[in-house]
């Protein structure tokens, strides 16, 4: 199954809603994960099951969508929500990645 | 603390070998299915390797397979991946994952450890 991040890259300035488009080729149903990654850092788990937050990850980020279409949400962007974005799915083995999508400020 | 600790990395000539290590602390280890996913420079994430919690499935990439290969030993809580006739197209960070499964509704990958860094160059 093949993931297809939009955009790859996105502008936007603190106190924005942004949004994340995640495709796959095949239906994922909701084993579709998302994770945000900063400079010289391993990635970290941001939402699990298409829409579950993770432990500690503030409820301005969420996840939506089913099936082979997904999308994360940021409302009212922070200064360190500026980071890369990877959807991943793991409903099926190889598990796979979108492409990133890195979220810089305007 | 709960944690997996990568280390083996390092500066490479192309063609030979080397032998990566991931050891978890502080949770049940044998509980869980391991990968390893790379990063090169400037690049995404791409899945290289898993097994799963007892050893007993091992999956490996097409660019992987047959030159790498993943193993654990769950009375030592490590995993390993070796990699022989190694190219430049390997240089990359890797990192250690651990799988969460919450069966019927989601896996994921709960615990990355810090990566280690895998230079191949002449």
């Known amino acids: 199954i093949q993931v297809t991040q939009s955009p790859s890259s996105l502008s936007a300035s603190v106190g924005d809603r942004v949004s994340i488009t995640c495709r796959a080729t095949e239906t994922t149903t909701t084993y579709l994960n998302w994770y945000q990654q900063k400079p010289g850092k391993a990635p970290e788990l941001l939402i699990y099951?298409?829409?579950t937050l993770h432990r500690g990850v503030p409820s301005r980020f969420s996840g939506s969508g089913s099936g082979t279409e997904f999308t994360l949400t940021i409302t009212s962007l922070q200064p360190e929500d500026f980071a890369t974005y990877y959807c991943q799915q793991s409903y099926d083995s190889p598990r796979t990645f979108g492409q990133g999508t890195r979220l810089d400020l305007k | 603390q709960v944690q997996l600790v990568e280390s083996g990395g390092g500066v490479v000539q192309p063609g030979r070998s080397l032998r990566l290590s991931c050891t978890a602390s502080?949770?049940?280890?044998?509980?869980?299915?391991v990968f390893w996913v790379r990063q090169a420079p400037g690049k995404g994430l791409e899945w290289v390797a898993d097994?799963?919690?007892?050893?007993?499935?091992?999956y490996h990439s097409d660019s992987v397979r047959g030159r790498f290969t993943i193993s654990r030993d769950n009375s030592e809580n490590t995993v390993y991946l070796e990699m022989k006739s190694l190219r430049s197209d390997d240089t990359a960070v890797y990192f250690c994952v651990r799988e969460k499964r919450e069966l019927r509704f989601a896996y994921y990958f709960d615990l990355w450890g810090q990566g280690t860094q895998v230079t191949v160059s002449s």
């Open positions: 502080k949770f049940a280890f044998s509980n869980f299915a």
């Open positions: 099951g298409a829409s």
């Open positions: 097994i799963s919690p007892e050893g007993r499935e091992k």
